[in-house]
């Protein structure tokens, strides 16, 4: 596993909006998708960072009702991209990818604080090897069986690294998910077959850290390790978008 952190004189060039410098290995496309209990504008800042650098951005806006459902409108998103495109995934986001990132037109992906099943395993599973993390204890179903942070502890728990009236706002954009979504098994884990990225979230309070430098070892992606709660996109936006334009270069 290839380990490094993001320097800041990298973070500083990224702000300064320098173009992305053309070759032949340069994919110009990136499509982000989001994680749980979220919605697509938590890219937003990553967005705006990489299209600055001349990069053409799409943020994908899944259901949230089935992994097939998340897989298909991220599919949907993928064909209507021209040329060689960079798949990102935060969180359940993850999962989506490893699905979806088969399509020819990808090449790379980066996970970033996301789950990284391989065939036949599930979210329900993965998060069954050891105690419950704290952000998961504060997750509820609905009666129809949609998973939610308490808003109460969401703010902590999720984003426990940006101002609290920012995380209480976040709460509020909270979307749930179908909690059957985390029983449904990988069938493709595209991180076989394409380039692997990875930003760990060393202060994650929904999944363990431990579990995603697992993930990332597994997948020898290369890997950075950000100071960070589990919504990196939102509390480190320029290293995050600093992870993809290098996976965008194919560096």
Excluded: C
Excluded at 177 to 198: C, D, E, M, R, S
């Amino acid at each position: 596993m290839k380990m490094h952190t993001v320097g800041a004189a990298l973070a500083a060039i990224l702000a300064m909006g320098a173009p992305v410098a053309a070759s032949a290995a340069t994919a110009h496309n990136v499509v982000l998708v989001p994680g749980a209990f979220t919605d697509k504008s938590s890219w937003d800042q990553v967005a705006h960072l990489l299209r600055n650098k001349g990069l053409k951005v799409t943020e994908v806006d899944i259901p949230l009702t089935s992994l097939d459902a998340d897989v298909a409108a991220t599919r949907k998103v993928l064909d209507a991209q021209k040329g060689s495109t960079v798949l990102v995934g935060h969180s359940w986001g993850g999962v989506v990818i490893g699905e979806g990132g088969d399509s020819p037109k990808v090449k790379a992906l980066v996970y970033v604080a996301a789950f990284a099943p391989d065939k036949g395993e599930s979210v329900q599973a993965l998060s069954s090897n050891g105690p419950p993390t704290e952000g998961l204890k504060a997750v509820h179903p609905d009666a129809k069986g949609f998973l939610s942070v308490d808003p109460a502890a969401f703010p902590h728990v999720f984003v426990g690294d940006v101002p609290a009236p920012e995380g209480a706002e976040l709460a509020t954009k909270q979307r749930p998910i179908n909690g059957a979504a985390f029983g449904a098994q990988a069938t493709v884990a595209a991180w076989h077959l394409k380039p692997t990225y990875y930003a760990i979230s060393a202060n994650d309070l929904m999944i363990p850290p431990q579990a995603e430098a697992f993930f990332a070892q597994r997948m020898k992606a290369t890997t950075v390790t950000l100071q960070s709660s589990h919504a990196s996109p939102v509390a480190h936006p320029a290293e995050v978008a600093a992870l993809i334009e290098e996976a965008a270069k194919g560096q």
